[in-house]
């Protein structure tokens, strides 16, 4: 069964930094590409980066120079280094991913989200 | 990196048909066939109800089905049940500028 546990959430300032952990099971990281999606409280779905099978990183002009996604393949877990953070940077933090890798850009599994606090 | 245009709400009764529309640009759904639909309700994460613009993952419901036409892609709901309520978002790569993806704006479904 495949299962994406995000942690490392919380509450910080304006400025500060926050690093967050995709602890991934039930497939290969390394075999497919994962990415974070944002939802602002009350507010739609946003892409926020994608690391794809082959270690390219891509992410939304938002982000853009503050975050950083990685991932360990051996500790099977994809990674958000959030720098600089903003207090339009508050939302729920998801990862998600084709396990498969025959989705097509669709992502078919979800973690739980992990909540990020930015205030001033 | 502007999102995909969506009605903010759509309605109707059980066991109607309903149809969600998201609009986008040449540069994401006008270039790709590589747009999915996910169901959301409230405090549950998203879940993947169309990928590469009609396939459902094992499991979706026949009642789900997508399409496209140009810059416009297109979630029918057929058979509208009561657990259909939820927000929807389409979602598009959008590689010709920046090898990433682009959410829609979101639909609220509302079965009547």
């Known amino acids: 069964e495949v299962q994406l546990v995000e942690t490392g959430g919380g509450l910080t300032q304006s400025g500060g930094s926050l690093r967050l952990s995709c602890a991934a099971s039930?497939?290969?990281?390394?075999?497919?590409?994962m990415t974070w999606v944002r939802q602002a409280p009350g507010k739609g779905l946003e892409w926020v980066s994608v690391?794809?099978?082959?270690?390219?990183?891509y992410y939304a002009d938002s982000v853009k120079g503050r975050f950083s996604i990685s991932r360990d393949n051996s500790k099977s877990t994809l990674y958000l280094q959030m720098n600089s953070l903003r207090i339009e940077d508050t939302a729920v933090y998801y990862c998600?991913?084709?396990?498969?890798?025959?989705?097509?850009?669709?992502?078919?599994?979800w973690g739980q989200g992990t909540l990020v606090t930015v205030s001033s | 990196q502007s999102a995909l245009t969506q009605p903010a709400s759509v309605s109707g009764s059980p066991g109607q048909s309903i149809t969600i529309s998201c609009t986008g640009t040449s540069s994401d759904i006008g270039s790709y066939d590589l747009v999915s639909w996910y169901q959301q309700h409230p405090g549950k994460a998203p879940k993947l109800i169309i990928y590469e613009v009609t396939k459902r993952p094992s499991g979706v419901s026949i009642r789900f089905s997508g399409s496209k036409s140009g810059n416009t892609a297109s979630l029918t709901i057929s058979g509208l049940q009561a657990e259909d309520e939820a927000d929807y978002y389409c979602c598009s790569y959008a590689g010709r500028n920046t090898p990433g993806y682009v959410f829609g704006t979101a639909t609220k479904v509302t079965v009547l």
């Open positions: 690391i794809y099978k082959g270690g390219s990183t």
């Open positions: 998600a991913t084709d396990d498969g890798g025959d989705k097509g850009g669709g992502f078919d599994s």
């Open positions: 039930g497939f290969i990281v390394s075999n497919t590409y």
